[in-house]
């Protein structure tokens, strides 16, 4: 556990330096590998509230062809568990004990494609994210129920690392998008 604690730091670290605002052409990968899973259906995303130098992932609500789209932000429950609430730009959130927004309006919603902060993730597209395991736990326990879920890691092309350390709790990633593109 002391070589994940010492990657955390790095990574988060670097993050804080160099940290950068992504352009809306940043989702055009993201964007492609929805309309080649597309179903004709509406599709629920789950996104993350971006904080300490997160991916500002919420500009991908300013996109047209995400405009009839449901998403949903985590929240936290007790016993370290995580499940997720719709919400639209404009929802009224409220702080949570780690102090990021989540929704104050709790209308649970089933993801079909999951955008997953990380503060660093390899070629293998394992992620390591701080070290609570809540992305872990829900994403292992929700694909035993519903095996359609698309999980892509959302990340700076600085974030990635040669190899690093899993044990059978983590979760593996489908993509990893960065501002160069797609990590399949």
Known sequence: MDKKRLIRE???LKRKKFFFEIKQSYFKPLINIIKKK????KKNISL???SNFEVNILKILD???FKNFNFSLPIIKKKQEMQFCRWKKGDILQINKFGIPEPKILKKINPEVILVPLLAFDKN????GYGRGYYDKFLNTYLKKHKKLLTVGIAFSFQKHHNLPVDKRDFKLDYILTEKGIIL
């Open 125 to 128: 597209k394992n992620r390591i």
């Open 48 to 50: 993350y509230y971006p």
């Open 63 to 65: 996109i047209n062809f």
């Open 38 to 41: 597309n179903t004709k259906r």
């Open 10 to 12: 790095k990574y988060f």
